[in-house]
């Protein structure tokens, strides 16, 4: 069973940044691909962004696009989301997700994932 816990979220100023951390433990996370999920109170979960097991292919969400990053390191078992240039807008809880995939597969899709983090807060306010 894979358990995955996040971390570094807190708050922040606009144009500020964070860097959330996604850690696995139970089985080797170079079998997963990852996604980062985020719910703003009111409104729906989001794709945010998606990391395939080697890294070859990432993906981002038009909204963060050139100010968010993904990373991961799969020897310590944990991925990363680095976020700049932070919004009003981008307060939410975030979530990462993993499920088993090919090696290519990135999605921003929830429904592809099983396996979920409790979540982290961000809050970006002045």
């Known amino acids: 069973q894979l358990q995955l816990v996040e971390s570094g979220g807190g708050l922040v100023q606009p144009g500020g940044s964070l860097r959330l951390s996604c850690k696995a433990s139970?089985?080797?996370?170079?079998?997963?691909?990852i996604g980062w999920f985020r719910q703003a109170p009111g409104k729906e979960r989001e794709g945010v962004s998606c990391?395939?097991?080697?890294?070859?292919?990432?993906n981002f969400a038009d909204s963060v696009k050139g100010r968010f990053t993904i990373s991961r390191d799969n020897a310590n078992k944990t991925v990363y989301l680095q976020m700049n240039s932070l919004k009003l807008e981008d307060t939410a809880v975030y979530y990462c997700?993993?499920?088993?995939?090919?090696?290519?597969?990135?999605?921003?899709?929830?429904?592809?994932?099983?396996?979920w983090g409790q979540g982290t807060q961000v809050t970006v306010s002045s």
């Open positions: 990391i395939s097991r080697t890294s070859a292919s990432t």
């Open positions: 997700a993993a499920e088993m995939k090919p090696y290519a597969f990135c999605s921003g899709l929830d429904y592809e994932y099983s396996y």
């Open positions: 139970g089985i080797a996370l170079e079998y997963f691909a």
